[in-house]
């Protein structure tokens, strides 16, 4: 990890060492993250949000800073897209279309990581470009992630994400489908991502990442690690995470049945910082698919 040994960062430096990976808990950025958040809420209240907006919720508004480099205009533009995005879209509804690409088991919540984050496995041998309804499928990948935070334990504010390769052939290759969730997931999530690891990596999944990459920052890009042998997996994740075919005793993806009506009067009890978004319907991700020869 990044580390600095100075007593206050100029603003560029600060926004340099960001986009490298400086840990917002560093000593060296405590001052300026400060002053950025005051600055911030000024910012927003003379927007009249404090209806929209938790003020007190100092973990949102630094990740949202954090996301911008800690410019205040870039990240009240942010805010102000991620409030309309949340009203259009939370709570998801889930229609008979949402239902169907959460039981093909794209994309579900599997316990955590060895760091003790929230585990998301996404599974791209079931992807299915040809045949998926896009806009339900990007609601699928909502879905679970609204799901891992829920599933936030104390101390904890990042979830991680396995993305499972095994299977994957030349028909699974999805770079819409993929791409909109990544743009999805970095516009509205940040700071949300400890770790991506992304196993089997080949010559293909590294084209790949290029591509879908632009819609990251450095900062998130920096957090993709290839995983190229299943042995580096036991570093990672417990045995229940693991594909049985590398060692582990992970199951296939869990059944889930239609869920039902959300409730969206709610109040926020998550620690979102945003009011009123109500909860996501129950279910776990689920369904099957075939999964193929692994191609590098």
């Not at 927007?47 to 938790?54: A, G, H, K, T, V």
């Not at 042995?231 to 296939?252: C, F, H, K, M």
Request: charged fraction near 25%; proline fraction near 6%.
């Amino acid at each position: 990890s990044v580390k600095v040994h100075m007593a206050v960062l100029s603003d560029r430096e600060a926004a340099r060492l960001l986009s490298r990976g400086l840990q917002v808990s560093e000593p060296a950025l405590a001052e300026k993250l400060a002053i950025a958040e005051a600055n911030l809420i000024s910012a927003l209240q003379a927007r009249n949000l404090e209806s929209q907006l938790d003020f007190g919720d100092t973990a949102m508004l630094r990740r949202f800073l954090v996301a911008r480099k800690l410019q205040i205009e870039p990240t009240v533009e942010m805010l102000l897209k991620h409030l309309d995005w949340r009203k259009a879209t939370l709570p998801i509804e889930m229609t008979p279309a949402v239902v169907t690409e959460i039981k093909k088991g794209k994309a579900f919540l599997r316990g955590r990581d060895l760091q003790g984050r929230p585990l998301v496995v996404i599974r791209s041998a079931c992807f299915d470009p040809k045949t998926r309804d896009l806009e339900a499928s990007v609601k699928a990948f909502v879905h679970e992630l609204e799901e891992a935070l829920r599933s936030m334990p104390e101390g904890q504010s990042q979830l991680s994400i396995f993305y499972d390769r095994t299977g994957f052939r030349l028909r699974n290759l999805d770079l819409e489908g993929v791409s909109r969730c990544v743009k999805v997931f970095s516009d509205n999530y940040p700071e949300r991502m400890g770790a991506t690891y992304l196993f089997p990596a080949g010559m293909l999944a590294s084209a790949v990442f290029k591509i879908v990459s632009s819609f990251m920052d450095a900062r998130t890009a920096s957090k993709v690690e290839f995983v190229k042998s299943a042995n580096r997996l036991w570093d990672i994740l417990p045995p229940e995470s693991i594909p049985v075919q590398y060692g582990g005793t992970a199951p296939d993806a869990p059944d889930v049945d239609a869920a039902t009506e959300p409730d969206i009067t709610e109040p926020d009890v998550y620690g979102t910082g945003f009011m009123d978004v109500g909860r996501l319907a129950e279910g776990e991700g689920g369904g099957e698919c075939e999964p193929q020869a692994t191609l590098a």
